[in-house]
């Protein structure tokens, strides 16, 4: 089988070709899924002969505990605890250089350093292998390697191998950088539109629903005007439906390469008798490098007009500078009632509302019930509500210290 060979005076590493193809694999898999880091640094340990390989994410400090994803050959814990770490030689080190404790302190030195003393030996450390790995946003991740000192010291040939081990962890850990942030974000305009009661669907381009928002499924999952069918978004009235799926097909022929999203709207009826859905189209101007029939091609939006939210009262009352009493009843005006449906709905005299209602107008600038139901309506306050739908994504490498 094929090996990676070295120039000529380094000594041979025996690691072929598929071995160093199976640790890529493994990184590139953890930039994907950060529980796959603790397997990718296993296969590093083994190849290198290692006892702990540690990718040090955060270190601990007063504020935080820390981060470290480690593995080792005897399954001991690894301690996240570093003292001394001021003083350690692999402190302030050149990003991406890979160095051994032999390449940046004598042994004498190494051997009665505080942080030998307080950490390394007491872990049975005495052989290291580090590079600090400096990422696109600026973050640095501590790649270590260690070995007891019953094991040899790295040579050359390992140390070869760490070196073209690093640029790839780099790379992964800008990959992971990226892709969490991205998550990121589509996660919080996913929560914005759940909260402002805006449904998200989105069909590929056999018109096949591959994507809903928490808004959207709730809609959905109503079958009151609109339903999913044969994994086909469709309109319960026939007229309605007929309707959408010309829209949708008009998306769908959309001058492909344009700039400009085809936009169009119509209302959808609901048999329940309450206000139609408003429903917008747009197509979505196709990625060259995205290919497939899971490739995105239409967005269909959804917007209950009647539906009822509550934002959380303590951040209505910050926006507005309101009492706990007048921002209850600003909520119950901003979600249609009239004044006197408010009051008894808060069980208050009308008085009493009619009172807090003259203290909303002065404190918000407003004249007409009307202009309140605007201002709270397009206010932030309903983005904060706590039963926000929201994906949760579990937390990958972040910034060390």
Known sequence: MSEITQPVGIEHTAITLDQFSQILDKLYEAA???????????SIRQQLNGNYVSLIVRT?????????????????????????????????????RLVTNADVIADSEW?????????????DVYHVMAADIATREGEIYGFRITRPES?????????????????????????????????????????AMAQLLVGVVVLDKDCNVIECNPAAKSILDMQDGLRVTGNQLEATYANDNRKLQ?????????????KIALTEALSISRPSGQLSWGVVLQSISPDQWT??????????FVRDSESKTQPP???????????????????????????????EALNIRRNTARAHLRSIFSKTGVRRQMELVRIFLNSVAWLG????????????PQKAQ
């Open 32 to 42: 994907l899924n950060p529980d796959g880091w603790e397997s990718c640094l296993e």
């Open 60 to 96: 601990v400090t007063a504020e935080d505990t820390g981060l470290i994803v480690s593995v080792s050959q005897t399954r001991r814990e690894l301690d996240r605890y570093t003292p001394n770490l001021s003083v350690s030689p692999f402190t302030g080190m050149l990003p991406d």
């Open 111 to 123: 051997r009665t350093s505080a942080y030998y003393l307080g950490w390394c030996a007491p872990h």
């Open 151 to 191: 094991a040899p010291p790295f040579s050359a040939a390992d140390k070869d191998l760490g070196r073209r081990l690093v640029p790839h962890i780099k790379r992964a850990l800008n990959l992971h950088q990226s892709i969490h942030q991205d998550r990121k974000v589509l996660s919080l305009y996913s929560r």
């Open 246 to 258: 010309r829209m949708i097909k008009d998306a769908l022929s959309h001058k492909e390469g344009s």
């Open 291 to 300: 290919e497939g029939k899971q490739r995105p091609a239409v967005a269909v």
């Open 313 to 343: 009262v303590k951040l209505a009352q910050q926006l507005f500078q309101l009492t706990p009493a007048e921002t209850m009843l600003a909520i119950q005006l901003a979600n249609g009632m009239s004044l006197e449906e408010a009051a």
């Open 385 to 396: 509500a706590k039963d926000a739908p929201a994906g949760t994504l579990p937390e990958g």
